[in-house]
């Protein structure tokens, strides 16, 4: 199994929702990835764990919180977004460092209403 | 710090002609580099890589990109663009620290019959 596995592919959510991204990969990778992607731009990171544990948040707001139960499932907790938060979430893992590349998964597209 | 500067925003090329998407570096040593392809709503997908090994590099869908030091540049290419090949590219590079992928701005290749 070579792939990252993510749902739901589309999500739309009030602003007083709750709602989670979920990710899964079976690679046995130890490092996972939140990118947020907006329209016509670059991935931007929000989120690294390795070995199931934080190593990086961007700065994200608290309005995104992730969790990583274990080390094939990442997830993305939504609360209070807004609507400049609507994009393309893309999950990532990777074997080890990132000189060795990632594979992604396709996306949740999220739209916030 | 390691940086990515993708030359073209948008390059459009007529089907069955050669595809050229540019690519330069800065970074203190050589880097890893890659290539990546997003189609149209989807995920990205790893076209191919560079890790210090053969300076030319082949990859899917009969992409290769060649890493030249005196230039600092990784240019894509492809001797003749299919419809398909129609979609965003990227040129990617590790940070210093090895912990993330940072993105160039991305190249839009626009296929004609």
């Known amino acids: 199994d070579t792939e990252v596995t993510q749902t739901p592919k589309h999500l739309v959510m009030g602003m007083t929702n709750k709602k989670s991204l979920k990710c899964e990969q079976h690679m046995g990778h130890r490092a996972m990835y939140w990118y947020k992607q907006k329209a016509k731009k670059p991935p931007e990171l929000m989120f690294v764990y390795s070995y199931e544990k934080l190593s990086i948040n961007e700065s994200v707001p608290s309005r995104f919180s992730p969790e990583c139960p274990n080390s094939s499932l990442l997830n993305l907790h939504l609360h209070a977004l807004q609507p400049e938060d609507s994009a393309l979430y893309l999950c990532?893992?990777?074997?080890?460092?990132?000189?060795?590349?990632?594979?992604f998964g396709s996306g949740t597209r999220l739209t916030v209403v | 710090a390691q940086s990515v500067t993708q030359l073209d925003s948008h390059v459009s090329v007529s089907e069955g002609t050669p595809v050229l998407l540019r690519c330069n570096y800065s970074?203190?040593?050589?880097?890893?580099l890659f290539w990546y392809v997003q189609h149209p709503n989807k995920g990205l997908q790893l076209l191919l890589k560079y890790t210090s090994a053969a300076t030319l590099v082949k990859g899917i869908n009969g992409f290769e990109a060649e890493f030249k030091k005196s230039e600092t540049s990784f240019h894509l290419t492809k001797p003749s663009a299919h419809m398909s090949d129609a979609a965003e590219y990227f040129c990617?590079?590790?940070?210093?620290?090895?912990?993330?992928?940072?993105f160039g701005k991305g190249t839009t290749l626009s296929v004609s019959s």
């Open positions: 970074s203190s040593y050589s880097p890893s």
């Open positions: 990617v590079v590790p940070n210093q620290a090895g912990t993330a992928l940072i």
């Open positions: 990532a893992s990777s074997g080890g460092r990132a000189v060795y590349g990632y594979t």
